[in-house]
């Protein structure tokens, strides 16, 4: 039985007796209440969520994985038919785990001083990232992502080049960091090779920022179902994430249809937190997380004392083969959107090695990538 008003209709009719500019100014006000609420309800489940996995939750480590044996020809002191590198074969194996737990993680991808050089900029970009944005506010989404509204929680959308008016350090941080994993003999690229290839569109490219106060999030995919892996993402982090620095919470094997068929179903998505094989993320600077973007996961409450910032590093290569729209728009910045691949990274790479600009996407016309600012 209708009890009384919808909250739509009370709106309304407050909003017909105001003013033109004291409606304007409810109507606002209204939004930033409704949207509270929904944080505020979000937040609830989150922590309903958090007891459902319970207080044990084991941490995520790199796999140990014992070199692939080399294929022999036939025939006495025949030659190896296998021709790809220990690299190749390495990543071979570890797309095996991917493919069957959807998370990998991959220590040491990029070395300290690296790390506190690039988590020294991205604060300073988040820095001047907010003062474009008090300035215009309509700008907003060209630099922040799907983050940008959170408490103490930001995804800041980078740019691969640098201000024309930055000093050198801040010139090369971005190739710099961008050729030791990624270049050709960069820590992630055969992984990447293995399981996107140079046709990879270059999807992501961002900071996830959380300080202090910022709540735990609700677990959730990164997209809509589709048969194959359509993206592969990585969490790269510029500091050492302790516990109380709110890590990224993964369920292994949750990638499947009837993982995913089970978390849409309210009857059965308790059951299947309560039972899940779930990791928590803590890292080392300079470690990173690999995982298919359909793998349920949540980023946790930052609470650390100390007040510490934590900074993942996020970008992503699409799968070719997964075509069409992916119902998710990815944390790039909106100019760099469908431009690059892969490949067209690698080349910059090449280029940027053999003494080419430190601004390595100048020959593809992206800029900064900003469209509106």
């Known amino acids: 039985m209708d009890k009384g008003p919808t909250a739509t209709f009370v709106l309304l009719f407050i909003t017909f ?33 958090a007891d459902l996995l319970g207080p044990n939750i084991k941490a995520l480590k790199a796999p140990k994985i014992k070199s692939a044996p080399v294929k022999r020809g036939s025939g006495f002191g025949a030659a190896s038919s296998d021709k790809r590198t220990p690299a190749q074969r390495l990543a071979a194996q570890q797309r095996k785990l991917i493919d069957t737990e959807g998370v990998l993680r991959i220590d040491g991808a990029l070395d300290g001083a690296t790390c506190d050089r690039f988590r020294e900029y991205v604060l300073k970009q988040q820095r001047l990232a907010d003062e474009e944005t008090a300035k215009n506010v309509d700008v907003s989404t060209e630099y922040y992502g799907v983050e940008n509204r959170r408490k103490n929680r930001c995804d800041l959308l980078l740019s691969l080049v640098a201000d024309e008016n930055a000093d050198e350090a801040d010139r090369s941080v971005i190739p710099d960091v961008l050729s030791k994993i990624l270049g050709a003999e960069g820590t992630l690229r055969p992984i990447y090779d293995e399981l996107v290839g140079p046709e990879g569109e270059f999807y992501e490219f961002a900071c996830v920022i959380t300080d202090k106060g910022s709540d735990r999030q609700q677990i959730h995919p990164d997209l809509p179902f589709r048969s194959k892996s359509p993206l592969y993402v990585i969490f790269l982090a510029l500091q050492d994430v302790t516990k109380e620095m709110g890590p990224t919470t993964f369920l292994l094997g949750t990638q499947t249809l009837e993982e995913r068929t089970k978390f849409d179903d309210y009857n059965q998505k308790d059951e ?20 298919d973007a359909r793998t349920l996961h949540c980023g946790n409450a930052n609470n650390a004392e100390s007040g510490s910032t934590r900074a993942m590093f996020n970008f992503s290569f699409r799968n070719p083969e997964e075509i069409g729209s992916l119902g998710y728009c990815g944390s ?7 431009q690059m691949t892969l490949g067209d990274v690698a080349t910059a790479l090449n280029d940027y090695k053999d003494g080419g600009s430190e601004n390595l996407f100048e020959k593809l016309g992206c800029g900064n990538g900003l469209i509106n600012s």
């Open 17 to 49: 007796l105001l003013s033109q500019e004291d409606a304007l100014a409810f109507s606002y006000s209204a939004s930033d209440l409704l949207y509270q609420d929904q944080q505020a309800a979000r937040a609830r489940r989150a922590e309903v969520e």
């Open 272 to 291: 299947q937190l309560a039972n899940a094989n779930a990791r928590l993320a803590l890292l080392k600077k300079g470690d990173a997380v690999l995982f």
């Open 332 to 338: 790039m910045r909106p100019g760099y959107v469908g």
